[in-house]
């Protein structure tokens, strides 16, 4: 007869490759000593037996099965087969429809049973082996995380053991680059393609994409702060996760491992907030861009949104800005239709800043208006109060739990209430404070204005330094807001 093997091994480490070794040597002799022809062994590396999904080999032998190009499959035990018990009967049943018989081989090489309640029981058996075996995992894992676990893989450091890293100098100071290029307004695409261009590799060898660099510049490690039980498995056949609320996290002090200092952190989170708040409603207008030199600068005096450049080549190359609603959707949806010329905007700017430097009192007191109006609405007070609130209201719920008078889910679901609201009023409290800090550096402004003003050339990033944003209104007046 013919004869198809299958055999697979979960991971790809080395010792369980050389299982799959052997699994592949026991077939060959299997084959032989019943005296049948060995046709082909699929085997499926470093491949979880939990699921369907990314077993190639498995589905190919469904496949193969259909054209009769083997008698029968030999499989070493049901849990090489699958331990899902749905899957397994899929695959059961497929190949028998096709005319295939399946051995599920034991120590002593004999098929164990024909009737499918039997192979089901065993399926069933393996399943359940493979979930202890998922629940002794987790169990392991959130110990190591209550005492400071490291993760494996880990770009600026060197692991050294479970619980211990070391910075690596040279991967640090490329840390370092990353989050100073993103402050001075690069994004991480163009951070990676930098990174590629200079054939500075990451971490495995590979390229760096935007995703990456996005995970590097999120990740408090570079603080010196560890956080594990983020997150749990919620199925282990599926492998879905489910996030943890953060009062249960476990956060570690680890100051030795400190790459990059709390206020360029966050900053960094700061903007990649802004960022993401540009990206909502998939609007071009709201997407962060340095492309030009006043990308996302300039904003409609009707809709708020941004104007978006168009470069024009005739004779000379120029570029003119519109805004992106009243461009895209017309009067409908917003009348302004004011085209601004990028030179003669940069013209009007650099005059005002002139103007700036020649009489600092006035410019000094037309800002301060330009601040107090975007703190008049704030109450400071009111906010203060309020948050309190909701901190005694947390601790009240805390203590309802711990009472047994409201279940845990009831507690997250009031936590995650509580949590928005406090996150809401800290950002407000947090603009204020960034509103009046802007207050007492204007001689800063002032000094940042005289240096960019004694440059030839100009960039968007320059333009940032300086200018928070300039409106254009449906009249074509422009107003510019100063940082």
Request: proline share 2%.
């Amino acid at each position: 007869m013919r004869m198809a093997a299958y055999c697979r091994v979960s991971t790809e480490k080395e010792e369980q490759l050389s299982s799959l070794e052997n699994q592949r040597e026991f077939f060959e002799q299997y084959a032989d000593k019943e005296g049948d022809t060995l046709v082909k062994i699929y085997a499926d590396e470093g491949i979880s037996g939990k699921s369907m999904n990314k077993r190639e080999a498995f589905t190919q032998l469904l496949e193969d099965s259909k054209i009769g190009a083997f008698d029968y499959v030999a499989v070493k035990d049901i849990s090489r087969f699958a331990r899902n018990t749905s899957d397994f009967l899929y695959g059961i049943r497929t190949l028998r429809s096709n005319g295939v018989d399946v051995r599920f081989l034991s120590n002593n090489q004999t098929v164990i049973g024909e009737s499918e309640f039997v192979l089901t029981v065993f399926a069933a058996l393996a399943q359940e082996e493979s979930s202890n075996l998922s629940k002794r995992v987790i169990f392991g894992k959130r110990q190591n995380a209550k005492k400071g676990r490291v993760p494996n893989v880990v770009y600026g450091y060197n692991k050294i053991d479970t619980y211990t890293l070391e910075i690596n100098e040279q991967e640090s100071y490329i840390v370092q680059l990353m989050f100073k290029w993103y402050i001075e307004g690069e994004g991480t695409r163009r951070i990676a393609i930098k990174l590629n261009e200079m054939a500075i590799p990451t971490k495995k060898q590979a390229k760096w994409v935007p995703k990456t660099i996005r995970r590097i510049l999120q990740n408090p490690i570079y603080i010196g702060k560890i956080i594990n039980n983020k997150s749990v498995t919620k199925d282990f056949l599926s492998g879905t996760r489910e996030a943890i609320p953060q009062e249960e996290w476990y956060i570690h002090e680890r100051p030795e491992l400190r790459i990059i200092s709390d206020d360029d952190f966050e900053l960094v989170q700061q903007k990649i907030k802004e960022r993401q708040e540009q990206y909502k409603n998939d609007n071009p207008g709201n997407r962060f861009s340095n492309r030009h030199l006043f990308s996302n600068l300039i904003k409609c005096g009707e809709c708020g949104k941004s104007f978006t450049a168009k470069v024009y080549q005739w004779k000379n190359r120029y570029v003119r800005y519109r805004c992106c609603v009243h461009n895209n959707n017309g009067n409908a949806h917003c009348t302004n239709s004011v085209t601004v010329d990028e030179q003669e905007l940069l013209n009007e700017v650099k005059s005002y800043l002139l103007t700036a430097i020649e009489d600092k009192k006035a410019f000094a007191d037309k800002l301060m208006k330009q601040y107090q109006a975007q703190t008049t609405n704030v109450d400071v007070s009111k906010l203060t109060d309020t948050r309190q609130s909701l901190e005694k209201r947390r601790s009240k719920f805390k203590e309802m739990f711990a009472a047994d008078i409201i279940t845990m889910d009831e507690l997250k679901k009031e936590m995650s209430a509580i949590d928005e609201g406090m996150r809401s009023i800290d950002e407000e409290l947090k603009a204020y404070d960034e509103i009046q800090k802007k207050a007492t550096h204007i001689d800063d402004i002032h000094k940042d204005i005289e240096q960019i003003l004694m440059q030839n050339e100009y960039t968007n990033d320059d333009m940032r330094r300086i200018i928070e944003k300039i409106v254009v209104y449906p009249d074509k007046s422009v107003e510019i807001f100063m940082k």
